[in-house]
């Protein structure tokens, strides 16, 4: 998992352009890769911000054939730039079930989409998702270990979270037919869907009152699922909480620094994070 932001990549070493491309465009330690980063933000945020314009009905009208060009202009640079990483690594795989592998491909996906279902063009802002490879760009990909640790953390209590959620959805049935039953049509519980649908919006404290009880026994049945509520917000946050805390506790040692004797660092720490000593 701790490859899942950052993974591991390795060119083809054969001697061809493959490792001179390879250098630019996952490098940022050259001024050719610097350049392309650069190149490629620029056109990132230039895309977006077209799907962001086309979105406006006055001017779409207007330049409606003009939007649609550069759509496929940028979609056409971005699927030969997506191709061109695959090419250039010995293990592509490892790129493109990454987490910026997905959103790379994520990125060229709504333009080809659109052509069976219209409007989907507009989820290329999608793309602002790729603006992430500034933290290499600025040297901050120090933070992605942090994220990695999120991720972790959330796999680790996914079953447990899983279990919870399954256990709510019997809740959220049983409210929901109760309220048919008790409120009826005649108060807008015209089915039981529509009845867990006002216990979903009951028990997530969100309550839009499009659909509200009005007898006695139902607002009584309401109040004991606001009270129940508050648990679905709490339950998942402790169980998350608690993994984060394990997965933490994974990536830290127990080395002691001799200086000022702080233990707790992670385990490919040089250096003490508290006096800066050198560990042997």
Not at 23 to 39: N, Q, S
Not at 218 to 240: D, E, F, K, N, R
Request: proline share 4%; hydrophobic share 50%.
């Amino acid at each position: 998992m701790s490859t899942f932001f950052m993974p591991k990549l390795e060119p083809r070493r054969d001697g061809t352009w493959r490792e001179r491309w390879f250098k630019i465009i996952f490098k940022h330690d050259t001024k050719a890769g610097w350049r392309f980063d650069i190149i490629l933000l620029a056109v990132i945020l230039l895309s977006v911000f077209v799907a962001i314009i086309d979105s406006v009905q006055s001017i779409q009208s207007e330049y409606a054939v003009f939007f649609y060009a550069l759509e496929w202009l940028f979609t056409t640079a971005f699927l030969i730039e997506y191709i061109a990483r695959i090419m250039v690594l010995d293990k592509p795989s490892r790129y493109t079930l990454s987490a910026l592998g997905v959103i790379d491909l994520l990125s060229i996906l709504p333009v080809f989409v659109s052509l069976l279902f219209p409007g989907t063009q507009y989820l290329q802002v999608v793309r602002l998702l790729r603006v992430l490879r500034v933290f290499r760009l600025l040297k901050l990909y120090s933070f992605m270990h942090e994220a990695n640790v999120i991720v972790e953390s959330l796999t680790r209590s996914s079953k447990k979270i899983l279990v919870f959620m399954f256990s709510v959805m019997i809740v959220v049935t049983i409210f929901g037919s109760l309220m048919y039953v008790i409120e009826g049509p005649e108060h807008g519980y015209t089915s039981i869907p529509t009845g867990m649908y006002w216990a979903v919006v009951t028990m997530s404290t969100v309550g839009y009152g499009d659909v509200t009880p009005q007898t006695p026994i139902g607002q009584i049945i309401a109040s004991i699922l606001m009270l129940i509520g508050y648990s679905v917000i709490a339950v998942p946050t402790g169980i998350y909480a608690a993994e984060m805390v394990q997965t933490m506790k994974n990536y830290l040692d127990k080395r002691q620094c001799a200086k000022c004797r702080l233990t707790g660092h992670l385990k490919d720490a040089h250096y003490c994070r508290r006096c800066g000593e050198k560990f042997e």
